[in-house]
Nanobody, 115 residues
Framework: QVQLVESGGGLVQPGGSLRLSCAAS????????MSWYRQAPGKQRELVAH????????NYADSVKGRFTISRDNAKNTVYLQMNSLQPEDTAVYYC????????WGPGTQVTVSS
């Protein structure tokens, strides 16, 4: 059974940083690409960052490029999202998932950027 548990969210001031973690289990982690997504109130879930399974090639949404960094530790079955220079528009619930996924999602972690 696939399980994804996101953590590390919180309240941060504009310009601040957070590091999100996603602990995965129930599948061969290194065999899957992983992505971070976010969903702001009243908006659809959107892709934020993506990392391939073995070589760790990364891609980012234009809105976070240069500010966010996705990484993974295949030995720990964990994917990370380092978020710097956070802005109020980054406020959302952040989720991770494997690619492709079976429709199951973790609880997400709330990120609120506000002064």
């Amino acid at each position: 059974q696939v399980q994804l548990v996101e953590s590390g969210g919180g309240l941060v001031q504009p310009g601040g940083s957070l590091r999100l973690s996603c602990a995965a289990s129930g599948f061969t982690f290194s065999s899957y690409d992983m992505s971070w997504y976010r969903q702001a109130p009243g908006k659809q879930r959107e892709l934020v960052a993506h990392i391939t399974g073995i070589f760790g090639v990364t891609n980012y949404a234009d809105s976070v490029k240069g500010r966010f960094t996705i990484s993974r530790d295949n030995a720990k079955n964990t994917v990370y999202l380092q978020m710097n220079s956070l802005q109020p528009e980054d406020t959302a619930v952040y989720y991770c998932n494997r690619v492709p996924n079976d429709g199951a999602w973790g609880p997400g972690t709330q990120v609120t950027v506000s002064s």
